[in-house]
T-cell receptor
Framework: SAVISQKPSRDICQRGTSLTIQCQVDSQVTMMFWYRQQPGQSLTLIATANQGSEATYESGFVIDKFPISRPNLTFSTLTVSNMSPEDSSIYLC????????FGPGTRLTVL | ELKVEQNPLFLSMQEGKNYTIYCNYSTTSDRLYWYRQDPGKSLESLFVLLSNGAVKQEGRLMASLDTKARLSTLHITAAVHDLSATYFCAVVGDSSYKLIFGSGTRLLVRP
C-alpha cells in the first residue's frame, strides 16, 4: 500500500484566482493520477502525471486550466487556474502500487 | 471507449437483508476495483478482481467478476448500518492503469 497526503485538505477561493494542490507519497511510484469528483458525482480522470515529462490530459481537460508538475517520483502538484464556481469539486490524487490508492482529497469551493 | 454502468444508483435497505450491486462495463478489461466512500471522505479500496471467476469476500461484502459477461457484482449479506456509504466500481481502461468509474451506488441501511 501507499500513504498519500494532500495539501490543502480544503479551501474556499474567489472566482478568477488559482489554487495549487500538492500530493505527497511515502514511496516512489511511477504511476500518479489526478481525479475530480464534482458534488454528488462519480470520479473523472483529469490527467496522468508523468515524471520528467508533460502530463497526459483526458478529453475535456487542458493544460492551461489544470497545469500539473511531477518533479520526482514521490510528489506532484495540480493547479486549478482562473477558477469559476463550476470548479468546485473534490480533487484527488491517486497512485498505483500493486493496487490503486487514493489520497484524502482536497475539497475546493469557488465563490 | 470504455463505459461503466452501475446500478442501482441508490439503495435503501433494512438491516439484516441481502442485496446485490451490479457493475457492467463495455470493453475488455483485466482489472476491476470496488471502492467505498463515506461522506466527505476519500475512497477506500475494498476489492481488486483480476481474473474471470474471481471471488473475494471481506466480512459482509463479497465481490465477483465475470469477464465474459463484463459484469461484476458486490453482494451484501445481512446488512448493518455501518455499511451505509457510497460504493463505486472502477475498471482499468487500458494498460496505463487509468480508472473509469461507475456512477456509484449510495447505500443506506436502515435499522
Amino acid at each position: 500500500s501507499a500513504v498519500i497526503s494532500q495539501k490543502p485538505s480544503r479551501d474556499i477561493c474567489q472566482r478568477g484566482t488559482s489554487l495549487t494542490i500538492q500530493c505527497q507519497v511515502d514511496s516512489q511510484v511511477t504511476m500518479m493520477f489526478w481525479y475530480r469528483q464534482q458534488p454528488g458525482q462519480s470520479l473523472t480522470l483529469i490527467a496522468t502525471a508523468n515524471q520528467g515529462s508533460e502530463a497526459t490530459y483526458e478529453s475535456g481537460f487542458v493544460i492551461d486550466k489544470f497545469p500539473i508538475s511531477r518533479p520526482n517520483l514521490t510528489f506532484s502538484t495540480l493547479t486549478v487556474s482562473n477558477m469559476s464556481p463550476e470548479d468546485s469539486s473534490i480533487y484527488l490524487c491517486s497512485v498505483v502500487t500493486g493496487e490503486q490508492f487514493f489520497g484524502p482529497g482536497t475539497r475546493l469551493t469557488v465563490l | 471507449e470504455l463505459k461503466v454502468e452501475q446500478n442501482p444508483l441508490f439503495l435503501s435497505m433494512q438491516e439484516g437483508k441481502n442485496y446485490t450491486i451490479y457493475c457492467n462495463y463495455s470493453t475488455t478489461s483485466d482489472r476491476l476495483y470496488w471502492y467505498r466512500q463515506d461522506p466527505g471522505k476519500s475512497l477506500e479500496s475494498l476489492f481488486v478482481l483480476l481474473s474471470n471467476g474471481a471471488v473475494k469476500q471481506e466480512g459482509r461484502l463479497m465481490a465477483s467478476l465475470d469477464t465474459k459477461a463484463r459484469l461484476s457484482t458486490l453482494h451484501i449479506t445481512a446488512a448493518v448500518h455501518d455499511l451505509s456509504a457510497t460504493y463505486f466500481c472502477a475498471v482499468v481502461g487500458d494498460s496505463s492503469y487509468k480508472l473509469i468509474f461507475g456512477s456509484g451506488t449510495r447505500l443506506l441501511v436502515r435499522p
